[in-house]
Protein backbone atom coordinates (compact mmCIF):
# COMPACT_ATOMS: atom_id res chain seq x y z
CA UNK A 1 0.00 0.00 0.00
CA UNK A 2 1.20 3.82 -0.81
CA UNK A 3 -0.23 6.95 1.31
CA UNK A 4 0.27 10.46 0.40
CA UNK A 5 -0.21 12.14 3.90
CA UNK A 6 -0.57 15.75 3.63
CA UNK A 7 -0.08 18.62 6.89
CA UNK A 8 0.71 22.07 7.43
CA UNK A 9 -2.97 23.59 6.36
CA UNK A 10 -5.10 25.90 8.60
CA UNK A 11 -5.47 29.52 8.62
CA UNK A 12 -3.72 32.06 7.66
CA UNK A 13 -3.93 35.95 6.89
CA UNK A 14 -3.31 37.55 3.71
CA UNK A 15 -0.05 38.21 3.31
CA UNK A 16 1.45 36.00 5.83
CA UNK A 17 3.24 32.26 5.18
CA UNK A 18 2.16 28.81 5.50
CA UNK A 19 4.12 26.10 4.59
CA UNK A 20 2.54 22.54 3.45
CA UNK A 21 3.62 19.37 3.55
CA UNK A 22 3.22 15.64 1.94
CA UNK A 23 4.78 12.66 2.67
CA UNK A 24 4.65 9.30 0.88
CA UNK A 25 5.27 6.25 2.70
CA UNK A 26 4.63 2.50 1.96
CA UNK A 27 6.59 0.22 -0.85
CA UNK A 28 7.92 2.47 -2.61
CA UNK A 29 10.66 2.00 -5.46
CA UNK A 30 10.80 5.36 -6.98
CA UNK A 31 8.41 8.38 -7.76
CA UNK A 32 8.66 10.82 -10.57
CA UNK A 33 6.01 13.77 -10.47
CA UNK A 34 5.07 14.85 -7.12
CA UNK A 35 2.49 18.41 -7.07
CA UNK A 36 -0.07 19.70 -5.49
CA UNK A 37 -3.62 20.48 -6.68
CA UNK A 38 -6.19 22.53 -5.00
CA UNK A 39 -10.17 22.61 -5.36
CA UNK A 40 -12.20 25.57 -3.53
CA UNK A 41 -15.46 25.12 -3.27
CA UNK A 42 -18.19 24.66 -5.89
CA UNK A 43 -14.67 24.76 -8.32
CA UNK A 44 -12.86 21.86 -10.15
CA UNK A 45 -10.08 20.87 -8.93
CA UNK A 46 -6.78 22.57 -10.35
CA UNK A 47 -3.32 22.25 -10.48
CA UNK A 48 -1.22 24.36 -8.31
CA UNK A 49 2.56 23.03 -9.05
CA UNK A 50 4.29 19.95 -10.38
CA UNK A 51 7.78 18.91 -9.03
CA UNK A 52 10.04 16.32 -10.98
CA UNK A 53 12.97 14.29 -9.51
CA UNK A 54 15.28 16.19 -10.72
CA UNK A 55 13.84 19.20 -9.54
CA UNK A 56 12.07 20.79 -12.60
CA UNK A 57 9.09 22.77 -11.21
CA UNK A 58 5.49 23.84 -12.91
CA UNK A 59 3.15 26.55 -11.43
CA UNK A 60 -0.28 27.87 -12.15
CA UNK A 61 -0.20 31.39 -13.07
CA UNK A 62 -2.57 32.19 -10.14
CA UNK A 63 0.51 31.18 -7.97
CA UNK A 64 3.92 32.40 -9.74
CA UNK A 65 5.88 34.22 -7.88
CA UNK A 66 3.73 33.76 -4.54
CA UNK A 67 4.05 30.02 -3.66
CA UNK A 68 6.98 27.71 -3.77
CA UNK A 69 7.42 23.99 -4.78
CA UNK A 70 10.26 21.51 -3.37
CA UNK A 71 10.81 18.23 -2.41
CA UNK A 72 13.14 15.84 -0.51
CA UNK A 73 13.31 12.48 -2.24
CA UNK A 74 15.60 11.13 0.39
CA UNK A 75 12.49 11.00 2.40
CA UNK A 76 10.08 11.03 0.03
CA UNK A 77 8.52 14.43 1.00
CA UNK A 78 7.18 17.47 -1.04
CA UNK A 79 6.30 20.57 -0.12
CA UNK A 80 4.67 23.52 -1.07
CA UNK A 81 5.45 27.35 0.77
CA UNK A 82 2.48 29.64 0.36
CA UNK A 83 4.20 33.32 0.53
CA UNK A 84 1.57 36.30 0.67
CA UNK A 85 -1.49 34.20 0.26
CA UNK A 86 -4.85 35.94 -1.09
CA UNK A 87 -8.11 34.86 0.34
CA UNK A 88 -8.66 33.19 -3.08
CA UNK A 89 -6.09 30.67 -2.31
CA UNK A 90 -8.60 29.52 0.20
CA UNK A 91 -9.08 25.74 -0.76
CA UNK A 92 -8.47 21.90 0.18
CA UNK A 93 -4.99 21.47 -1.14
CA UNK A 94 -4.33 17.74 -2.30
CA UNK A 95 -0.92 16.09 -2.95
CA UNK A 96 -0.34 13.86 -5.57
CA UNK A 97 2.55 11.41 -7.03
CA UNK A 98 3.58 9.30 -9.50
CA UNK A 99 4.78 6.29 -7.63
CA UNK A 100 6.58 2.77 -8.75
CA UNK A 101 6.53 0.44 -5.73
CA UNK A 102 8.94 -1.93 -7.56
CA UNK A 103 11.77 -2.55 -10.01
CA UNK A 104 10.52 -2.88 -13.63
CA UNK A 105 6.66 -2.25 -12.27
CA UNK A 106 4.17 -0.18 -13.38
CA UNK A 107 3.79 3.65 -12.40
CA UNK A 108 0.75 4.96 -10.40
CA UNK A 109 -0.91 8.19 -9.65
CA UNK A 110 -1.85 8.32 -5.91
CA UNK A 111 -3.74 11.05 -4.41
CA UNK A 112 -3.60 12.39 -0.72
CA UNK A 113 -6.62 13.14 1.82
CA UNK A 114 -6.29 17.10 1.27
CA UNK A 115 -5.90 20.18 3.83
CA UNK A 116 -7.50 23.02 4.34
CA UNK A 117 -6.02 26.33 3.81
CA UNK A 118 -8.25 29.28 4.41
CA UNK A 119 -6.78 32.58 4.10
CA UNK A 120 -8.66 35.69 6.05
CA UNK A 121 -8.42 38.70 7.90
Known amino acids: QVQLVESGGGWVQPGGSLRLSCAAS????????MGWYRQAPGKERELVAT???????NYADSVKGRFTISRDNAKNTVYLQMNSPKPEDTAVYYC???????????????WGQGTQVTVSS
Open 51 to 57: ITKSGRS
Open 96 to 110: NADITRRYAGNEYNY
Open 26 to 33: GTIFSINV
